[in-house]
C-alpha cells in the first residue's frame, strides 16, 4: 500500500470521525421572536392600555374621522359581498366610489391623532397596513389588458386582502 493512499484513508477517517463529532453537539436550533405574532409588538400599546387625548377624542373632527373609518369597514364588506357573489366583477371602480385614499389617509391619520405619542404607534402600524392593502387590493383586482378573466390565484388572493382589511380596520375601530 503506497503512502499516498495510506494518507487519503487517514484523512477521510479523521474528517468522518470530525464531522461525527460535530453533529453529535448540534442540537436543534432555535429562532429567535423579533416580530411576535399580530399583538405581540412591544413598542405598541393596546387598545385596552391607550392613552387618550381627551380634548382629541371628544372634537367632531375626530368622530367624523371615526364614522368615516366605520363606513369604509362597510365598504369592504360590500366588496366581499361582491366578490363571492361574482369573482369577475369590477370591484376596483367600487373602491374607487367608496373609498379615497386621500380622504381615508386623512381619516385615520386624524383618529390615531386622539391618542398619545405611545399610543399612536399601534395606530401608525394599522393605517400603515390599512394603506398597503388597499394599494396591493386595487392592484390586484384590475382586468388584464388582453381583457382575460381573473384566475383562481389572483381571486384568492383579491379575498385574502379582502379579509385581512376588515381584520386591520376592525383593530383601527377597537380603540375608540
Do not use: C, H, W
Request: charged share 30%; net charge positive.
Amino acid at each position: 500500500m503506497s503512502a499516498q493512499a495510506n494518507g487519503r484513508r487517514t484523512f477521510i477517517k479523521e474528517s468522518s470521525l470530525a464531522i461525527l463529532g460535530i453533529s453529535s453537539f448540534a442540537g436543534n436550533a432555535s429562532a429567535a421572536k423579533y416580530f411576535g405574532d399580530k399583538t405581540d409588538y412591544p413598542e405598541v400599546i393596546q387598545p385596552k392600555n391607550a392613552v387618550k387625548n381627551e380634548e382629541l377624542y371628544d372634537s367632531s373632527a375626530t368622530k367624523s374621522a371615526v364614522s368615516n373609518i366605520k363606513e369604509y369597514r362597510s365598504a369592504i364588506l360590500e366588496l366581499q359581498d361582491k366578490l363571492s357573489k361574482d369573482p369577475q366583477a369590477d370591484l376596483r371602480t367600487a373602491l374607487k366610489e367608496r373609498l379615497s385614499y386621500s380622504k381615508l389617509r386623512n381619516d385615520l391619520n386624524t383618529a390615531g391623532s386622539a391618542f398619545e405619542e405611545d399610543s399612536q404607534r399601534g395606530l401608525d402600524r394599522i393605517t400603515r397596513i390599512i394603506l398597503q392593502d388597499i394599494v396591493e387590493f386595487e392592484e390586484a383586482s384590475k382586468f388584464k389588458k388582453d381583457g382575460s378573466l381573473r384566475n383562481e390565484r389572483r381571486i384568492t388572493s383579491m379575498k385574502a386582502k379582502l379579509k385581512k382589511l376588515e381584520q386591520a380596520f376592525d383593530e383601527m375601530l377597537s380603540y375608540f
